[in-house]
């Protein structure tokens, strides 16, 4: 059994496994369904004004009780790894983030969604990325919850998704500085929205290289990997197609921790990923159209073998009639003792030959 296999079928019964722990448990229980990802959970605290950065990475949730809760502030904790539940729920405590919301943080089989509750706001969206080698869609979830002065980040793998955003904010002339909670909440979301034209890019490049090995006449394993690259997409348009509603929702709060310029980047967010649908539809339709190109190509490839083959029988059947009849043994066959019967009957096969050729031609049958 390949080795890709056996690796999918563990993974599918350790999520199963994992799901299952799930059943009968009361709402707002705290259990991780995914794969560990990460051998020991990152905590990274990051507290910043305009005129002030202060950076932590720290060990125990404790160690930044002190600095959080001023309001003039923004104080962000971003948790990469989610198995270890206790601190998630440690986290919770801190915060007073509700328990469904915790439930949903550790449960990485959720969809994109957005939820607003009286103390804070929950965005959860999926990360993706696109592994050239296996043109797989690698997804992780990323769970977002702020309230007035603080943000609350949860990243299921080591990879660092915000890498970009933390840069900005050591710029101390950067726009986020000067901004709150509710924009770093933006600019997360946007980073990994950003993220998505990437891996449309590269499945683009693939989509590309099938349409000139079609065109090249080259055709290994291309049903494969146009059936693999739909299912890949259809990956991204379970990512994004639920975000847009999520973000269109977001962009409508009016709650405490909301600012109307955020809701105005909040709109353009949401056409951004309008626009990520639209390239999504693209892209299928550009495969459907390849499959059926390559259906094509297949079938006329097999027309002009058949074509040839038919040529070929045609040719050969009245060569064939002639050389039956003198191939039979009858005793009186006048031809038969004929000095030149043998060169004559040659040369009536080749007349033969080359006026069907010349029929044929005249036909464009070839």
């Known amino acids: 059994m390949p080795r890709k296999i056996i690796s999918d079928l563990s993974t599918n019964i350790s ?19 995914g794969e560990k990802k990460v051998e020991d959970v990152l905590v990274h605290f990051l507290q910043y004004t305009p005129d002030l950065l202060e950076e932590l990475r720290i060990e125990e949730l404790h160690e930044v ?60 969206l999926h990360a993706l990325s696109f592994d050239k080698e296996k043109a797989e869609v690698n997804r992780e979830q990323v769970s977002l919850y702020f309230g007035k002065g603080f943000m609350v980040s949860f990243q299921e793998a080591e990879t660092d998704l915000f890498e970009g955003v933390r840069n900005r904010l050591r710029n101390k002339h950067g726009k986020i500085r000067h901004r709150k909670s509710d924009y770093l909440c933006y600019a997360l979301a946007d980073t990994i929205v950003d993220n998505y034209y990437i891996v449309l890019d590269e499945i683009a490049d693939d989509i590309q290289e099938i349409e000139d090995m079609i065109a090249e006449n080259k055709y290994d394993n291309i049903k494969q990997r146009i059936h693999q690259l739909k299912k890949e997409l259809i990956k991204v348009k379970k990512a994004v197609s639920p975000l847009r509603e999520a973000v269109n929702q977001f962009s409508k709060s009016e709650g405490k921790a909301m600012d109307q310029v955020t809701s105005m980047y909040l709109r353009d967010l949401y056409d951004h990923i309008i626009h990520l649908m639209d ?11 390849l499959q059926d190109l390559y259906t094509s190509e297949i079938s006329f490839r097999m027309n002009q073998v058949m ?44 007349c033969i030959f080359v006026g069907l ?5 005249r036909k464009n049958w070839f």
């Open 15 to 33: 999520r199963k496994l994992n799901i299952k722990k799930k059943a009968g448990l009361p709402p707002g229980s705290v259990v991780f369904t």
């Open 279 to 289: 390239m999504i539809e693209t892209y299928r339709d550009v495969l459907h159209g």
């Open 307 to 350: 074509q040839i083959l038919t040529i070929i029988t045609t040719i050969f059947v009245p060569l064939s009639f002639l050389a039956g009849i003198y191939g039979m043994n009858f005793a009186h066959m006048p031809e038969l003792h004929y000095k030149y019967g043998y060169y004559i009957l040659l040369g009536v096969m080749f």
């Open 65 to 124: 009780e002190p600095h959080i809760m001023d309001e003039h502030d923004v104080d962000w904790i971003d948790i990469r790894g989610l198995h270890e539940t206790k601190l998630i729920e440690d986290v919770g405590k801190t915060f007073r983030i509700h328990s469904l919301i915790l439930e949903d943080v550790a449960d990485i089989n959720q969809r994109p969604k957005y939820e607003e509750y009286e103390l804070g706001h929950f965005l959860l």
């Open 357 to 361: 050729l010349i029929f044929f031609k």
